[in-house]
């Protein structure tokens, strides 16, 4: 590689390397790797100007090159952002990927013949680049990226020493090639800058609400806002052992105009630390596939909670999350009554009603539950008309409750009395009110719904798609239950039972290289090193083994050292050449025996020259024989004036 060519890669490589570090909000990281790289690049033409000719680079094999690899891996994994990623930066997935790939490229401009070529180590620097646009780096991401390509397809250029000069090509082909550079940045530079806000024209028209958190819930709920969520198969969380049915997330006890709002907390203690659960009970995991705001998202029903790594505290609705500096990578209950994180009993905010909604309410709920006697009967009564007189659908349109007017323009009462279609919310929203219009305490819980089975990695997947909202109401002699006012046909659509064998086995991939970063950043360095480099040295040493073993022969192995054959095979074969019996390539000394038997050069000495070779075999190979007496038989058949070749 000639000196250019080795800066322009070294360039383009900086350029991956500066990038990655502003995708893992490391810029100080990456600007030091940069400028490390463009250094040892120039460093290196200096030191071959010296000479007659360039400096080659560092000459490796194949397997020293993967032994490199492999030993370098742990600085992968010291480049990777050690938490969770925020709102603008890249997700463990994408940042170890990025990571690996750029450690990679990094050496490979610096050896002489690195494997996959000059392509290989400017596609390893492209993957880095690539897997670094998961972050939101605004205007510097394209920036970069455009600088990498050009630096990369220049340093191809260079890289190959049967490419015409410029000045060389004629005109006209240099005039097409500016013209096709300028058109293709053209066309760039127009995407780059009209893309983003026809993005933003699109989600506008759509209605998405920018507002919502990462988690898809906050401390308010739009009706109609995880809309987004229901039509997204992302994964969110992955859960092992007895499948939890509601996963609680967010919880609203004040409703006005088409929106739902949480009062503000009462508690925000400390979790206290639970007990190891005995070795019986069925222990669920929860291991989240996003950022999830810091929430916890635990069933109604869960005892002996406990978040590894964190600090989780929880609030008077039995909500848990842990605190800013805490990674949560997973979470543990028992099923069972809660001992911790208890839910407190009913407020008066818990059975309020819209003034100018409450009269309606009232006379819908009495005529839906007429001969219920208790709360639990109402509470069905309620819930069976939702499921016979009411249609799931994530197509309705309800008013969004900003106009004035008590009927109208309140998605909730144009719900019930109008157009009897809707999702989730609206039915949660709906089966609330009506219940608290019954003096029940009520509030609508967000969160999601476990539904779906992967069978290849044996857990439960949970997707965007199964976000859901239901209501929990009081009940004095059991507490706070359940109640599901959506149709079971809604359900159903929430998400598959069994998710197919190929996005399972990627699903798994991907939970495995997240688990396997996990475990990783929780090792010390050293540990790691030698991790990857102890079965390395061990398959190195076995190789070197093999490779002397081959080397010695078949003979040595068993019979001590090698010994080449004495002088008078070498005389007897030499015979059999001049009569046309050369021996082949392989041939035992048994095979050209026979051969020699009947070859028609050797005449009436044939048998005689077989039954040398034969004789010759039992004493090499089976110390029959005498060694003095061969070889005076064959000196003596050497010089007989043998047939010339037909």
Request: glycine fraction near 10%; hydrophobic fraction near 50%; charge should be positive.
């Amino acid at each position: 590689m000639t000196a250019g060519a080795r800066l322009l890669q070294a360039a383009a490589l900086a350029c991956a390397a500066f990038l990655y570090g502003l995708a893992a909000d490391q810029p100080l990281l990456g600007a030091s790797l940069a400028t490390l790289l463009l250094l040892a690049a120039a460093a290196l033409a200096l030191t071959g100007r010296r000479g007659a000719a360039p400096h080659a680079g560092l000459a490796l094999g194949p397997l020293p090159q993967a032994a490199l690899a492999l030993v370098a891996l742990p600085a992968a994994w010291a480049l990777t952002p050690a938490s969770a990623a925020g709102p603008t930066q890249l997700g463990p997935f994408w940042a170890g990927l990025a990571a690996v790939a750029l450690v990679l490229a990094l050496p490979r401009p610096f050896l002489a013949r690195p494997h996959g070529g000059h392509a290989g180590t400017l596609g390893l620097g492209l993957l880095a680049v690539l897997a670094s646009g998961g972050a939101r780096l605004g205007p510097a991401y394209p920036a970069l990226m455009g600088a990498y390509l050009v630096i990369a397809l220049t340093a191809l250029s260079a890289s190959d020493p049967g490419r015409p000069r410029w000045r060389a090509l004629a005109l006209r082909h240099r005039v097409g090639v500016a013209l096709g550079l300028t058109l293709s940045a053209g066309i760039a530079l127009s995407a780059a800058l009209a893309l983003p806000p026809a993005h933003d024209w699109a989600i506008r028209k759509l209605g998405y609400d920018a507002r919502a958190n990462a988690s898809g819930f906050s401390t308010s709920l739009q009706l109609g806002g995880l809309t987004d969520l229901l039509l997204s198969d992302a994964p969110v969380l992955r859960v092992t052992g007895p499948r939890p049915d509601y996963l609680r997330g967010a919880a609203y006890d004040l409703y006005f105009k088409g929106r739902w709002l949480t009062r503000a907390r009462t508690r925000s203690v400390p979790l206290p630390a639970a007990a190891p659960p005995a070795p019986t009970d069925p222990v669920v995991e929860l291991r989240p596939a996003k950022d999830l705001d810091r929430r916890v998202f635990l069933p109604l029903d869960a005892r002996a909670i406990a978040v590894p790594g964190a600090t989780p505290r929880a609030d008077n609705w039995g909500l848990v999350t842990v605190g800013p500096g805490d990674d949560l990578t997973r979470a543990r209950f028992v099923p069972g009554p809660r001992d911790r994180a208890l839910v407190d009993p009913p407020s008066d905010v818990d059975t309020e009603i819209p003034r100018e909604l409450r009269p309606v309410l009232t006379a819908l709920a009495f005529d839906w539950t007429q001969g219920a006697d208790t709360r639990e009967a109402r509470l069905a009564a309620l819930v069976r008309r939702f499921h016979t007189d009411f249609t799931y659908s994530l197509r309705s349109r309800h008013p969004d409750g900003r106009d004035a007017g008590p009927r109208a323009t309140d998605p909730i009462m144009h719900f019930l009395l109008e157009d009897r279609r809707g999702h989730c919310e609206y039915f949660a929203s709906a089966m609330a009110l009506l219940a608290r219009s019954l003096g029940i305490p009520a509030r609508v819980v967000g969160g999601y719904r476990v539904t779906e089975r992967n069978p290849v990695g044996d857990y439960w997947l949970v997707r965007e798609r199964d976000a859901h909202a239901w209501v929990e109401a009081w009940v004095p002699e059991r507490g706070w239950v359940t109640v599901e006012p959506t149709p079971p046909s809604g359900l159903a659509e929430a998400g598959s039972l069994t998710t197919s064998w190929w996005a399972g086995a990627f699903d798994l991939l991907s939970d495995r290289w997240r688990r396997g970063l996990e475990l990783l950043m929780a090792q010390d360095p050293l540990a790691v090193v030698a991790l990857g480099a102890g079965p390395l040295l061990l398959v190195l040493l076995l190789l070197r083994l093999r490779g002397r073993t081959r080397r010695r022969g078949p003979a040595a192995r068993h019979a001590g050292a090698y010994s080449p054959p004495p002088p008078c095979l070498t005389t007897l074969l030499d015979a059999l050449a001049g009569a046309g019996l050369a021996r082949a390539p392989h041939e035992s000394l048994e095979a050209l025996a026979a051969r020699a038997a009947v070859h028609p050069g050797l005449g009436a000495d044939a048998p005689t020259a077989a039954a040398l070779l034969t004789d010759y075999a039992a004493w090499r190979y089976g110390a029959q024989g005498d060694a003095a007496e061969l070889a005076t038989r064959i000196q003596a058949f050497a010089r007989r004036p043998l047939a010339p070749p037909p």
